[in-house]
């Protein structure tokens, strides 16, 4: 893929402030900003409310906020509430002194282990600024089941979806949504699932390990991208099967 809209290679600065946890994947932040740019081109200037239903530790979420300019509002959930409270923790760099309580952090684990390296990354966190100073939310739900969704969503209407699909043994689907009508598989009732309480323009950007983001059957992407070992499918919400939310 060529990346038109994350020319920036270099993310000591973000790597640093962000809070992960082992076994728990999270999406390169250049791939991250480039996908995001991608539906953005969708969807004209406006400001965008972007929603995470498989948040986990928040990082996608996080990263957009920091990277990019005109994001009015972030809403991550997940069906895990585990890692919840590191998405709470990642979310909250970006409200007023975010950052420097992170470096603050940073500095003390250097003094603590006598590493420089620590107090280089706390430096380094302390000079980001947030490119977006977004409302944010974070709730448990089920990303394959609209009620629950909805009522975690709240008053926010996304325009974006961004989610990198459980994969792997520490990310797997908490429900086994395959055999579902309509779709194909876990990733089709997702997107059904998702769509269900989405505006017809917005724009969804579901991202998988391997060469393709299977999609309900007749359903036409807006784009489809692959990078290294992930693939990426770009889906209008109102291109979707319609399913009610109960
Ligand atoms: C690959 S991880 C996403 C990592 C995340 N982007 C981050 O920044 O940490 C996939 C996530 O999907 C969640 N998940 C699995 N099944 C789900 C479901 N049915 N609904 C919502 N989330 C689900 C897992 O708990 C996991 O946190």
Redesign the pocket.
Do not use: I, K, Q
């Given at each position: 893929m060529q990346y038109r809209h994350a020319t920036a290679t270099g993310h000591a600065a973000l790597d640093a402030a962000l809070v992960?946890a082992p076994g728990?994947?999270?999406?390169p932040v250049r791939l991250t900003v480039e996908l995001f740019g991608r539906a953005r081109e969708r969807l004209g200037t406006r400001p965008v409310t972007v929603w995470?239903?498989?948040?986990?530790?928040?990082?996608?979420?996080a990263v957009l906020g920091l990277r990019c300019p005109g994001v009015t509002a972030l809403a991550g959930?997940?069906?895990?509430p585990g890692?919840l409270d590191l998405?709470r923790r990642n979310l909250g760099l970006l409200g007023p002194g975010g950052l420097d309580a992170r470096a603050d952090e940073l500095d003390a684990r250097a003094r603590e282990h006598a590493k420089p390296s620590y107090a280089e990354a706390a430096a380094a966190v302390r000079a980001l600024r947030p490119a977006s100073r977004p409302a944010w939310s974070v709730s448990p739900?089920?990303?394959?089941d609209p009620a629950a969704t909805a009522a975690a969503l709240g008053e926010h209407t996304p325009d974006v979806v961004l989610?990198?699909?459980?994969?792997g043994r520490q990310?797997?689907?908490?429900?086994d949504?395959s055999g579902s009508d309509p779709g194909t598989g876990p990733e089709a009732a997702?997107l059904t699932g998702v769509a269900a309480v989405l505006a017809p323009d917005a724009v969804v950007v579901a991202v998988g390990p391997g060469r393709s983001v299977p999609l309900p059957d007749g359903v036409r992407p807006l784009e489809r991208v692959r990078a290294g070992h992930r693939a990426a499918v770009l889906v209008r919400a109102g291109d979707l099967p319609r399913i009610m939310a109960a």
């Open positions: 992960s728990r994947p999270t999406l995470d239903p498989c948040c986990g530790a928040g990082a996608t979420l959930t997940d069906a895990d890692p998405a739900a089920d990303a394959l989610a990198d699909l459980p994969h990310t797997g689907w908490a429900a949504g997702f």
